[in-house]
């Protein structure tokens, strides 16, 4: 079985630091690992995914992440929060040896950008 | 490109009703699934089609069934509606089943059950 944990119900940060939005998964084979943020009441948006290659994948809106194999990690981060930011992360995963190709989505993170 | 849409946006039932979500994707994508959203929980599958004229269970498919209409469109449907299923239901819809595909959303219908 396949699983992702957020550790964080909810991050606060100051506008114009850096943010980091952690999440850690389990699954068998290789990980396929994606980040999604959802704005008040609306869909969950894609915003960058691990396949393979480089750790670090950058994707929309100047998000990045980076994936650690060892600490079966793969952990959001900007480096300067804008308010606009603020919004609920997710975070998820799916494998292909032993898992299903279904992503399984983590509960969320809450992130909070104060002027 | 509208990309996934879903209706109604907004719904009140009361216990035993039924009613149908519809959801369509103009994005010519093969895989299609709903999911509930409820506090705390993050996101459970419900059902899903890999590609069109199949379905298959997801984590909570009790009290759901589902249609795969055509490729463009997949609907959910509520038999009897109980106060368990009141939540926020998401159409996605991905290109292929596979691990490497991401997901795109709907804007969400929020159900509320008497």
């Known amino acids: 079985a396949q699983s992702v944990a957020q550790p964080e119900d909810q991050v606060n940060v100051a506008e114009g630091n850096p943010l980091t939005v952690k999440c850690t998964y389990s699954?068998?084979?290789?990980?396929?690992l994606f980040w999604y943020v959802q704005y008040p009441n609306r869909g969950l948006q894609f915003l960058l995914k691990?396949?393979?290659?480089?750790?670090l994948v950058k994707g929309s809106y100047g998000f990045e992440a980076e994936f650690n194999k060892s600490q079966t990690s793969f952990h959001l981060k900007k480096p300067s929060a804008l308010v606009s930011d603020s919004a609920l992360y997710f975070c998820?995963?799916?494998?292909?040896?032993?898992?299903?190709?279904?992503?399984?989505f983590g509960r969320g993170t809450s992130l909070i950008v104060h002027p | 490109n509208a990309g996934v849409t879903q209706t109604p946006k907004f719904q009140v039932l009361k216990t035993g009703q039924s009613m149908t979500l519809q959801c369509a994707q103009d994005?010519?994508?093969?895989?299609m699934y709903w999911y509930r959203q409820d506090p705390g929980m993050g996101l459970r599958l419900i059902y899903y089609?890999?590609?069109?004229?199949?379905?298959d269970k997801g984590e909570v498919p009790n009290g759901y069934n589902v249609s795969r209409l055509n490729k463009r469109e997949f609907s959910l449907r509520l038999e009897s509606a109980a106060p368990s299923q009141t939540s926020v239901y998401f159409c996605?819809?991905?290109?292929?089943?596979?691990?490497?595909?991401?997901?795109?959303f709907g804007p969400g219908t929020r159900l509320t059950v008497t």
């Open positions: 691990y396949i393979t290659g480089d750790n």
């Open positions: 994005m010519n994508h093969n895989s």
């Open positions: 699954v068998s084979g290789n990980p396929y």
């Open positions: 998820a995963v799916s494998g292909r040896s032993g898992g299903s190709y279904i992503p399984t």
């Open positions: 089609s890999a590609s069109e004229g199949t379905t």
């Open positions: 996605a819809s991905s290109e292929a089943a596979g691990v490497t595909y991401e997901q795109y």
